[in-house]
């Protein structure tokens, strides 16, 4: 069985478990309570990686995250969002060619759609470097649509934000 090779804490990996702040595991870190635990690769896949149930045809579920490298595919399966590793959200079209981006650039920075409705990218040190503004609408789910169009939706399927490139070639 593999060893989880970063020393973080059983609260820090319980809470990123449960869709909780990164508040704990730097509290962990900087109090000096690190733990290294013997896990099986199933259990560290959700603390680490967004829960498979929060990634849905093309839909980012409320409580749901993309870690640097993780994508959000289109239904039709043509469109992808991208959380790339040098910290740039980036919607892209076939043959790769980017059609929208968040303009972030912190290296390992997470997307986040928070459960109080805020689409967020979160940099390292727990420090928000862009975000959508929907905060306030408990529920809402980050949808990537077959015609292009990002769009964060409240409950009842309100268009609340959208990068606006619906059809655009």
Avoid: C, K
């Amino acid at each position: 069985m593999p060893y989880l090779r970063r020393a973080i804490s059983f609260t820090a990996v319980f809470a990123a478990a449960l869709g909780s702040s990164l508040l704990p595991a730097a509290a962990a870190q900087a109090a000096g309570v690190t733990t290294v635990h013997r896990l099986e690769p199933s259990a560290v896949a959700p603390a680490l990686g967004a829960p498979a149930a929060t990634r849905y045809r093309g839909r980012l579920l409320p409580g749901g995250r993309l870690n640097p490298g993780d994508r959000l595919v289109s239904p039709n399966r043509l469109n992808v969002l991208v959380m790339q590793q040098d910290g740039n959200l980036v919607e892209t079209i076939p043959r790769g060619r980017i059609v929208w981006q968040s303009g972030t650039h912190d290296p390992y920075s997470v997307l986040f759609m928070q459960n109080d409705g805020n689409l967020v990218v979160v940099a390292p040190g727990n420090r928000p470097v862009w975000a959508s503004g929907t905060a306030g609408r408990p529920g809402s789910d980050l949808e990537l649509q077959n015609d292009r169009n990002l769009v964060v939706y409240a409950p009842g399927h309100v268009a609340v934000w959208a990068n606006n490139i619906a059809g655009r070639p």
